[in-house]
């Protein structure tokens, strides 16, 4: 879906954007089952070595003289938080969209799927979080605060991990791989997933820009004057070599990455989250 930043003026705007783009994938609520000893029948199991013998199935056992073990399906609840990077490098913008204002888009869709599909869901940013609820009234309650957020110098602050909890994080990856691990620490750990939503300008990929260009470095305010194309294959070379060593970070710990160019519709871009989203859901 192509976005026109001069519509996106109003929480009630960036309502109607999210509900627009996350149409196609709102087809209910879900439930991830898993099988246990919950109340429920599914099936039976052979008895093994070990098992707690208050599950063994006596009338079964009187019937085949083998034993068995009843199973049941048990519904499981699920935690959803979208983590929005609103470091000032955010601002940077492409076609005039911001890499912070297509996050807002993106968190909006996000939890508005987790909404509907009865999860729980909350926000959260370096600065600030959204409380966990449920339900379409959080939702829109949520959306206020998404919609207001504004790039901050990025510092970013310890939050209670949440157990059972997937996390998406919306960021540029302009961290050193020092902050970024340390990023990673207070969010992923055994009883947690994270996919990480890499935001990135095609032109700021390519450094597709003209000779005696004037580069702002958004986070100080610095101005530096560079010939981009003199300079292009060294940058390029850097920015490869950045990206694999986060992608070696993510797949140490376990993360899911994805790239999600500003140029890529938003649709695409959910089409991406809901599959793994649904996926870890259902895991």
């Keep these: 879906m192509w976005l026109d930043p001069g519509i996106i003026n109003s929480v009630q705007a960036l309502e109607w954007i999210a509900k627009s783009i996350s149409k196609g994938f709102l087809f209910g609520r879900h439930s991830s089952q898993k099988v246990g000893s919950g109340m429920e029948f599914n099936q039976y ?45 955010m601002d940077y913008a ?19 799927i987790a909404a509907n599909q009865g999860d729980k869901f909350g926000w959260q940013s370096a600065h600030m979080q959204f409380p966990i609820g449920t339900g379409m009234r959080h939702w829109h309650q949520s959306l206020e605060g998404i919609f207001n957020l504004t790039s901050q110098q990025d510092v970013p602050v310890d939050k209670h991990t949440k157990v059972d909890t997937i996390y998406a994080w919306i960021t540029d990856l302009y961290y050193s791989l ?19 939503f890499h935001v990135l300008g095609g032109k700021e990929e390519d450094l597709q820009f003209e000779s005696g260009s004037t580069f702002i ?33 993510f797949y140490r710990y376990g993360i899911h990455y994805v790239k999600a160019p500003m140029q890529k519709p938003a649709d695409q871009i959910m089409k991406i989250f809901l599959d793994k989203y649904n996926y870890l859901v259902a895991a």
Excluded at 58 to 64: E, G, N
Excluded at 95 to 111: H, N, Y
């Design 45 to 89: 199991r052979a008895y093994t070595p070990g098992d707690d013998l208050r599950l063994i199935d006596w009338k079964m056992h009187a019937r085949t003289d083998k034993y068995f073990i009843r199973q049941a399906l048990i519904e499981t609840e699920h935690q959803f938080i979208c983590r929005l990077d609103n470091s000032r490098s």
């Design 94 to 112: 492409e076609d005039g969209i911001s890499k912070l204002l297509l996050g807002k888009i993106l968190c909006a869709c996000m939890t508005l």
């Design 178 to 196: 020092d902050e970024l691990e340390e990023i990673l620490k207070q969010v992923k750990n055994h009883t947690t997933e994270l996919i990480v």
């Design 217 to 249: 470095d958004l986070e100080t305010g610095q101005k530096i004057e560079v010939d981009a194309p003199q300079y292009r294959k060294q940058y390029k070379e850097r920015m490869e070599k950045h990206l694999t060593s986060c992608q070696n970070l």
